[in-house]
């Protein structure tokens, strides 16, 4: 399918998730850049804002095999990737049981509620779209997307993630308070629509954009104030430790995607300034971190643009 076929087909994705959940059309627009840039989403807030209604949402928008995780205390990573059980048929006596990493979107809830020993079960999987389970490594189904969901303010309990394994969302994103007539909307209901009625694409679908949106041209000019804005974090009072040339990576292929769902052939500057905070906000560490939400990355990078005008 050509980009003109494929792009009101993300649209209409995006439509359709908007639709479940009111009031949080912009969250909803940077998680649908995260999936077409073939990226991970955690979402981030306190509970009752819609973190587990939203992940749904959109999983099942997209299609495809979808299992949910929920993360507690006593999960183990066979769990989450499977395990080699008895199979006399088998020509080795085993055969490998799959566990429910094996889909094209997996739903994390309450990541942070899981040991780190199983946490990192995830993060192969996040970064090479496979797992090892006994010296074997299987390739997980394409394309592969992980919505995370965790609370920051509940820390009995939990785990906090590594920087290791934060660096492999692409984003992260807080829903905030539904406004006003949005919860009013949601009030008057007869009935919760809590998750879609189908899906609205196809893997296949998903996977042909992922491949399209990676093809956008940046130009020299806003490589050069991306590039301007990275090197800022690495030299910047309120941090102690700037974007890696992953982070930057990951920007270009977050504008990439934006840009892409737009209809647009090239990256534009705004492009930059809408991402910067949700891709590069869990990649800094500041000297003042924000409380446990963690906003003082996020805080830093917004200065540093409000600091970096467009100049073009």
Not at 81 to 88: M, Q
Request: net charge neutral.
């Amino acid at each position: 399918m050509t980009r003109a076929d494929l792009v009101p087909v993300v649209r209409g994705a995006r439509d359709a998730v908007c639709g479940v959940l009111r009031g949080k059309e912009a969250v909803v627009d940077l998680v649908m850049v995260a999936v077409v840039a073939g990226g991970h989403v955690l979402l981030q807030d306190v509970p009752g804002v819609g973190k587990t209604t939203l992940a749904s949402a959109v999983a099942r928008a997209i299609g495809g095999q979808f299992a949910r995780i929920q993360f507690t205390s006593d999960l183990l990573p066979g769990d989450i990737t499977g395990v080699l059980v008895l199979d006399a048929s088998a020509k080795d006596g085993l055969r490998f049981r799959p566990g429910p990493i094996f889909a094209n979107v997996v739903m994390a809830d309450e990541i942070n509620r899981t040991s780190p020993k199983t946490q990192s079960a995830l993060f192969e999987a996040m970064e090479e779209g496979a797992v090892t389970v006994d010296g074997r490594t299987m390739r997980l189904p394409s394309p592969f997307t992980v919505v995370a969901t965790q609370n920051p303010f509940d820390l009995h309990g939990t785990f906090p993630l590594p920087d290791s394994q934060l660096d492999r969302f692409l984003v992260r994103l807080e829903l905030g308070y539904a406004d006003r007539e949005s919860e009013r909307a949601i009030l008057r209901r007869a009935a919760p629509r809590a998750i879609l009625d189908g899906p609205v694409m196809a893997p296949e679908q998903l996977a042909s954009a992922i491949e399209s949106a990676s093809t956008v041209r940046i130009p020299d000019e806003v490589e050069d104030y991306l590039l301007t804005l990275v090197e800022r974090t690495r030299r910047d009072a309120r941090l102690l430790r700037g974007v890696s040339t992953r982070g930057a990576l990951a920007l270009a292929r977050a504008v990439r995607a934006r840009a892409w769902i737009a209809g647009r052939a090239f990256v534009v500057p705004e492009d930059v300034r809408a991402l910067a905070v949700p891709v590069l906000g869990h990649r800094v560490v500041a000297r003042a971190d924000g409380g446990p939400a963690g906003r003082g990355g996020s805080r830093a990078i917004a200065g540093l643009l409000d600091e970096l005008p467009w100049a073009g």
